[in-house]
């Protein structure tokens, strides 16, 4: 992997993180996400839920970092995280909602975060070369 700019995935690996804790949060769509998901007031062991998720955003940004090769061009790389995101991301989402009965709106807020996570990622790998 020396091709790749390991501190460029680690910064995208952030920036979703950090989608992620506004995305969820109450100011957006957090509440909601919470009833339509069913989820528990208590997720379990921040360490656990928070040190997991960004080591899962650490594989998913180096995968793709892996798949748009050294020194993508900007459109390219923010196009390709844009479809990314919608297009296998949210669209496997979906898949799994549709029989599992889970909400429509649960599924635009689970892939509307998807696709604004590899667009980031695009975005920043096609900036930091």
């Known amino acids: 992997m020396p091709d790749i700019n390991m501190l460029a995935v680690v910064v995208a690996a952030l920036s979703s ?14 509440k909601t996400w919470q009833v339509e998901a069913r989820a528990p007031d208590q997720p379990g062991h921040p ?6 998720a960004f080591a899962l955003s650490l594989i998913a940004a180096g995968v793709f970092a892996l798949f748009l ?4 061009a900007l459109p ?12 296998w991301v949210a669209s496997g989402f979906g898949i799994n909602y549709l029989f599992a009965q889970r909400s429509f709106k649960l599924w635009l807020i689970d ?4 696709t604004l996570q ?7 790998l096609g900036l930091w070369h």
């Open 69 to 72: 090769g050294p020194k993508p």
């Open 118 to 124: 590899f667009t980031l990622y695009g975005l920043v």
């Open 111 to 114: 892939g509307g975060y998807h």
């Open 17 to 30: 993180f950090l989608l992620g804790g506004l995305w969820y949060s109450p100011a957006l769509f957090g």
């Open 47 to 52: 360490a656990r839920v928070f040190g997991g």
């Open 76 to 87: 390219f790389a923010v196009g390709a995280g844009a479809a990314a995101g919608l297009c």
